[in-house]
């Protein structure tokens, strides 16, 4: 078994709404409450910051699944949107919608087409932060296979 560590460094100067800094390897941003929950916006903020680990973990281990399937990959991109519901003063993230577009190169065959859309489906729950957030965030696919 290997283990893999992560570490960041904080740092928040006082109350709600300052602005604060993280760095964790090649992340270094500002911190801040966003605007949406009447913060000063500044730099980035967990919400934003939970929707790139699960969107970049996804993009990435989708990669690498089409990767090792041989399939004639010709371009990827993605969308993803957060939605935080707020009840009562409380935050909850509720859910997170991938939207990839995936594009086979010309002449694929039917195959090809049939292998990548499993993969599509696949890639979310094999992705270890769509683990980690399992039962706790929904997560949503719209696909769009080309």
Same mark, same amino acid.
């Given at each position: 078994?290997?283990?893999?560590?992560?570490?960041?460094?904080?740092?928040?100067?006082?109350?709600?709404?300052?602005?604060?800094?993280?760095?964790?390897?090649?992340?270094?941003?500002?911190?801040?409450?966003?605007?949406?929950?009447?913060?000063?916006?500044?730099?980035?903020?967990?919400?934003?910051?939970?929707?790139?680990?699960?969107?970049?973990?996804?993009?990435?281990?989708?990669?690498? *699944? =089409?990767? /090792? #399937?041989?399939?004639?990959?010709? !371009?990827?991109? $993605? &969308?993803?949107?957060?939605?935080?519901?707020?009840?009562?003063?409380?935050?909850?993230?509720?859910?997170?919608?991938?939207?990839?577009?995936?594009?086979?190169?010309?002449?694929?065959?039917?195959?090809?087409?049939?292998?990548?859309?499993?993969?599509?489906?696949?890639?979310?729950?094999?992705? *270890? =932060?769509? /683990? #980690?957030?399992?039962?706790?965030? !929904?997560?949503? $696919? &719209?696909?769009?296979?080309?």
């Amino acid at each position: 078994m290997a283990e893999h560590h992560f570490h960041l460094t904080a740092d928040w100067p006082g109350g709600r709404n300052s602005t604060g800094s993280i760095e964790a390897g090649n992340l270094q941003t500002k911190i801040s409450i966003p605007p949406e929950m009447d913060g000063p916006g500044v730099g980035t903020n967990p919400d934003e910051m939970l929707l790139g680990a699960a969107a970049t973990c996804y993009l990435i281990t989708l990669a690498a *699944m =089409i990767e /090792r #399937a041989k399939l004639p990959l010709k !371009e990827m991109s $993605l &969308q993803s949107e957060g939605i935080v519901d707020v009840t009562d003063g409380v935050f909850t993230y509720k859910k997170i919608i991938h939207k990839p577009v995936v594009e086979l190169q010309e002449g694929s065959e039917k195959n090809d087409y049939k292998k990548l859309e499993k993969l599509v489906e696949k890639a979310e729950s094999s992705c *270890m =932060i769509s /683990r #980690a957030v399992k039962g706790n965030v !929904e997560i949503e $696919l &719209q696909p769009t296979v080309k």
